[in-house]
């Protein structure tokens, strides 16, 4: 795949759900191994980051342009089904063996809830890996929301190591990190209080910090302090996407800036 392209998470304040994207692992051009652009400026050793959309000269030369598979030669899944797992699914190999997919504990999937969290839909990588994108629709609950919400991109190049963006996105506030597996999206709001997250140089790049307590970015669960226990509410319409992508579904967007 073309490893070029720069993946983006997006948050939504709607419940509504248009598409999906993906290319097994999320590259960056000249990224390092843990999946940072790495720009060396001359021999002086300074680190710079890439631009940001709109940041880059137009019309951009046809020399810079790179593309690995041909014009629609990546099929993408356009009536996808849907079951508890993969039991019963086999299908004939062109080598004339049958192939019996299974997932395990430790596959990776792009997940979307609605905005109660009551229904859930999983979208292996190890599928997307070869189709690229899924086109699906998910409706909302009747009365949990309303596809109107503010779209916002943040670009993983933020997000990561020591660092974390407190935004807000359609009126609710937000925290926005990473880790090396996977990016999320949480409501800062706890007890009736806005919360203001910092990711300490300390910790192990898993674990923010607010109020007195440590939060681990992949649950949103605190650790330790007057929060032990306490749940961030994950922004169900967060998912990360390749920047193409989210823009194309979204040409109106607010990229995120620091």
Known sequence: MDHGRRAFLQAAAAAGLTGLAGCGSLGYRGSDEDGRTDVRDGGSGAT?????????????PRSALRRAAERDGIPAI???????????ISYGRSDG?????????DDLVVGITDAAGERARAYPLSLL???????DRYEPRPGAGGTDGEPVAYARDYVTGSEVINDGVGGVPVVVAATRTGTFAYDRRVGG????????????????????SRWAIPTGRALDGPHAGTRLRAVPEASELYWFAWASFHPGTRVWRP
């Open 78 to 88: 356009t009536d996808p089904a849907f079951g508890p797992d993969w039991a019963g």
């Open 129 to 135: 890996r070869w189709h690229e994108a899924v086109n």
């Open 97 to 105: 063996e049958t192939y019996t997919p299974r997932l395990s504990g």
């Open 48 to 60: 710079t980051r890439e631009p940001l959309p709109g940041e880059t000269a137009l019309p951009v």
């Open 193 to 212: 209080r806005t919360l203001r997250f910092e990711a300490p140089a300390t910790e192990a790049g898993d674990v923010l910090v607010a109020d007195g």
